[in-house]
Nanobody
Framework: QVQLVESGGGLVQAGGSLRLSCAASESIFSINAMNWYRQAPGKQRELVAGITSGGRINYADSTKGRFTISRDNAKNTVYLQMNSLQPEDTAVYYC?????????WGQGTQVTVSS
């Protein structure tokens, strides 16, 4: 079972930046994909960005050009650098690890962007 611990959320003004971290309990090489999702109040959870074990990266259209996903293999950690944040980015951000057919979730970290 993979355990994930997110950190880095907080309150930021519009136009600001935050970096989220997701530390995995095992080597991320053994994880098929690590993804960041977010869920705003009253909305469905949506994929923000993802990175596969092979290094393939994808972004939601709403975050392309503003968010960057990366990983540090030595630290078993995936990051989400978020720039040019807007109030509509306000949500709880979740890290997810997919291992074959199973997805493991972190506890989530709140990101609030004030206008």
């Amino acid at each position: 079972q993979v355990q994930l611990v997110e950190s880095g959320g907080g309150l930021v003004q519009a136009g600001g930046s935050l970096r989220l971290s997701c530390a995995a309990s095992e080597s991320i090489f053994s994880i098929n994909a690590m993804n960041w999702y977010r869920q705003a109040p009253g909305k469905q959870r949506e994929l923000v960005a993802g990175i596969t074990s092979g290094g393939r990266i994808n972004y939601a259209d709403s975050t392309k050009g503003r968010f960057t996903i990366s990983r540090d293999n030595a630290k078993n950690t995936v990051y989400l650098q978020m720039n040019s944040l807007q109030p509509e980015d306000t949500a709880v951000y979740y890290c997810a690890a997919r291992v074959r057919l199973t997805t493991y979730w972190g506890q989530g970290t709140q990101v609030t962007v004030s206008s």
